[in-house]
């Protein structure tokens, strides 16, 4: 098999190549603590990406899989040289059948960041790391389970946040599965533009559903069919995760953003999915609040990082007032001129 490989008794760490994408996928959807970010779907989006290296470690014992962490590897001249589990995506980290694989998994991507000359190997775990390893505490994730009829949904979500759906259902909202992605392009490149952040190119969204085919959804929400937002989700193991969302600006005054996530929440239930993950925020956030107030209970992620080259943990925080000047010259920038430019920089994003 054409891999590097580690041995520790009769523990194998090999790189993934092609040919076994089928194996680590049929080892993450029997492995309880995999998540979609785990998939290997995500090695073909990363080697897409002209800004990054794939190295996916899993462990071998006796021809069977026992273990896997997946990495990306970003040459970024803003953000510097890291390798992450896992790039693009909220979750990572390691997946094993025992501790014993888990701490091999780890020592050969430390072994992997220094050999590499990295700044720092981060990986993204929703429970804590050993001391040595530095981290980032200010992201939390939302997930609820859903019940099996839309009405019962409908009544759980909180008093206020419900009021604020029905306005959207009074506005005469409509929802539709998009098949291309054009409107949510333009829908979601104009909302991060106005956040004052760099949008990801067309193509890597097209790459996304192509990659994840029936398990990546663009629902869109249009007023006298105009596009106003949209969220691109995606399906893994019984639960919907909305991942790239946004809406024009007209979209907070015709409530669609409240409308929009109550029916992927109503056409989920439908599809007897059972878990709803709303994904990573910041505490203090505007996206924050908005998940809380549907009574979703804020889980704190670990995302811990073994510096290499670098001297201290790095500070991405989009709050830290070092980017206030960047985000304010962004959306100040035509769309045209950001889709543009978006691309080039969003390429150490992730």
């Known amino acids: 098999m054409k891999s590097s490989q580690e041995q520790e008794g009769s523990i194998q760490i090999k790189l993934l190549d092609n040919e076994e994408m089928g194996r680590w996928n049929a080892y993450v959807n029997n492995n309880s603590q995999a998540t979609f970010c785990h998939r290997a779907e995500w090695h073909s989006v990363l080697q897409a990406s002209p800004a990054m290296k794939t190295h996916y470690l899993y462990a071998e014992q006796e021809g069977v899989i026992s273990g896997i962490l997946p990495l990306g590897e970003i040459r970024s001249l803003m953000f510097g040289h890291t390798l992450v589990s896992t790039p693009f995506c909220v979750y990572g980290g390691v997946c094993s059948d ?25 990986v993204r775990n929703t429970q804590d790391m050993p001391e ?4 980032k505490d200010f992201y939390y994730t939302f997930q609820k389970k859903l019940l099996p009829e839309p009405e019962a949904n409908f009544e759980a979500i909180p008093r206020k946040q419900r009021a604020m759906v029905r306005k959207g259902i009074a506005n005469g909202l409509e929802s539709n599965i998009d098949e291309d992605i ?9 909302s991060v533009k106005n956040l004052g952040t760099p949008v990801y190119s067309k193509q890597y969204f097209t790459c996304l559903k192509e990659s994840f085919a029936g398990d990546c959804e663009i629902l869109t929400i249009r007023k006298n069919g105009k596009a106003v937002s949209s969220v691109l989700n995606f399906y893994h193991a019984g ?6 969302g946004g809406g024009l600006p007209e979209a907070r005054n015709l409530k669609a953003h409240d409308f929009m996530y109550w029916e992927l929440m109503r056409r989920s239930c439908e599809k007897n999915i059972q878990l709803f993950d709303f994904g990573r925020s910041i505490e203090g956030t505007g996206s924050f ?14 995302y811990a990082q073994r510096l290499i080259r670098a001297s201290h943990s790095p500070d991405y925080d989009p709050n830290n007032s070092k980017y206030r000047l960047y985000i304010k010259l962004w959306q100040k920038l035509p769309l045209t001129l950001a889709n543009f430019l978006g691309p080039l920089l969003s390429r150490g994003l992730a």
């Open 239 to 244: 639960s919907v995760l909305p991942y790239y």
């Open 132 to 135: 040595q390893w530095s981290s």
């Open 182 to 190: 054009d409107d949510f392009y333009h829908v979601y490149s104009t």
């Open 98 to 122: 025992n501790a014993e694989v888990g701490k091999l998994l780890l020592e050969r991507a430390s072994s992997l960041a220094e050999e590499l000359h990295v700044d720092y190997l981060e």
């Open 289 to 302: 609040s908005f998940k809380k107030n549907w009574g979703f209970t804020p889980a704190k992620l670990y």
